[in-house]
């Protein structure tokens, strides 16, 4: 009778330590898989253009999972391997805080049950993150500045012009160097509180998005229940942010949201993930009309690789996206938006990135122009809109 409960002691001890060990590693192969697929067919002129590419990417979610980056897995789909094996130059680190249990493209509630504290429980997070959405973006952050203090050689974060100057001066003579930056996904990252927005760009935060699934403080989702535009406290935490030179990313947020930020703001937005409602009727796209009133202004958008941005997941309907956005808003306003380790499941990942410029080069868009759209354009907005020093 006496051993019977050390017994399941042991045994439930034994579970938990499994759980936590392999309960991460289990859970981001599910979430983050790539579809099975031969390899792509790739031109010569393909490979040739594309290794002299400067390649640039708005949106990826890996700062989430229980990855090293700086080493190579055969799960999830960016690491610093990974991103030298196709030639990608510079990314953009989303930080996913908060995600609603049975999320969908049509009406999510604010109340519904959030995912992403059961993953940071089960990852080992400090307990600090359990209740602050601020403190999941902070953790984030510090394990891409972890990352750059521990790769100097292969990785550097961007918090400047004049970082990403000097990035561009050694990428020019060492072409396996990454330059990484910090952005939110959503703005209920800031627990409601606008200290906040001083307190993540000290941390390096450069983008924020003002929505995710669900409506919040700042206003009404594309993908929420109000429809709202910006409340009052939304246009506080936007001319904020202006006022610190932090770039306004709007994927996700509610069409009278981006309206209301147009009209509210004098410096370009960025659509970081999206595809064209032209080309891919999706409630996860705005209409191609607001789409090329963010261009006027300016901005960028950056086309994803999965099957709810471009209505499929190839290389191929990516390049269909991004060659539909070169007509609709011209080649200055089109970038890649991967979403990559966005729980997608893409028909490539990182490292097959050549795959697009063969599709390109297939579809007739111009060597100059797809010079552009990989990254030039990226490299450009940042120029012009990332704080001087
Ligand atoms: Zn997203």
């Known amino acids: 009778m006496k051993k019977t409960p050390l017994f399941i002691f042991v045994l439930l001890v034994a579970l938990v330590v499994v759980a936590f060990s392999l309960g991460p590693a289990y859970i981001e192969r599910d979430m ?14 393909a490979k040739t253009l594309h290794a002299s590419l400067l390649i640039g990417d708005w949106h990826a979610d890996s700062a989430l999972w229980d990855r090293d980056l700086s080493k190579q897995y055969d799960y999830g789909h960016v690491d610093i391997p990974r991103m030298q094996q196709g030639n990608m130059a510079l990314q953009m680190f989303t930080t996913v805080t908060k995600s609603p249990a049975d999320q969908n493209y049509d009406s999510n509630q604010t109340s519904a049950r959030d995912n992403i504290t059961a993953l940071v429980v089960v990852q080992g ?3 600090k993150t359990w209740n602050s959405l601020t403190e999941r973006a902070i953790f984030q952050a510090e ?3 972890d ?28 072409q396996s160097l990454i330059g990484g ?47 709202l535009g910006l409340t009052d406290f939304g246009r ?15 994927s996700h947020s509610s069409e009278s949201v981006v309206r209301d930020t147009l009209a509210l703001s004098d410096q370009p937005l960025l659509v970081s993930h999206t595809g064209f409602q032209g080309h891919c009727q999706s409630a996860r796209n705005i209409s191609d009309l607001l789409m090329q009133d963010i261009a006027e202004q300016g901005g960028l958008i950056a086309i994803g690789f999965w099957d709810g941005a471009v209505c499929d997941n190839t290389p191929k309907a990516v390049a269909a996206a991004i060659t539909y956005g070169i007509q609709l808003v011209g080649a200055g306003h089109v970038a890649l938006g991967s979403d990559f380790d966005g729980s997608i499941t893409p028909g490539f990942d990182v490292s097959e990135l050549v795959a697009i410029t063969h599709e390109l080069l297939e579809s007739g868009v111009t060597e100059p122009q797809i010079r552009q759209v990989m990254g030039e354009n990226m490299v450009r907005f940042l120029q012009k809109n990332l704080p001087k020093h």
Do not use: C
């Not at 983050?32 to 002129?45: A, C, G, I, K, M």
């Not at 990352?147 to 060492?174: C, E, H, K, P, Y």
């Open 181 to 227: 930056l910090l952005g939110t996904e959503g703005s209920h990252a800031l627990d409601g509180n606008l200290d906040n927005i001083q307190r993540l760009y000290d941390k390096g935060f450069r983008m924020m998005s003002l929505q995710h699934f669900f409506d919040n403080k700042l206003g009404g989702s594309l993908h929420g229940v109000s429809g």
């Open 125 to 127: 997070w400090p307990i």
């Open 143 to 145: 394990k891409i500045h």
């Open 32 to 45: 983050n898989r790539v579809s099975p697929h031969t390899n792509y067919v790739v031109s010569e002129q």
């Open 236 to 250: 506080q935490a936007v001319m904020q942010m202006l006022a610190l030179d932090i770039m306004i990313d709007v």
């Open 147 to 174: 990352l750059a203090r521990r790769n100097g050689d292969n990785f550097m974060l961007i918090q400047s012009q004049t970082d990403l100057d000097s990035f561009l001066q050694r990428r020019a003579l060492n």
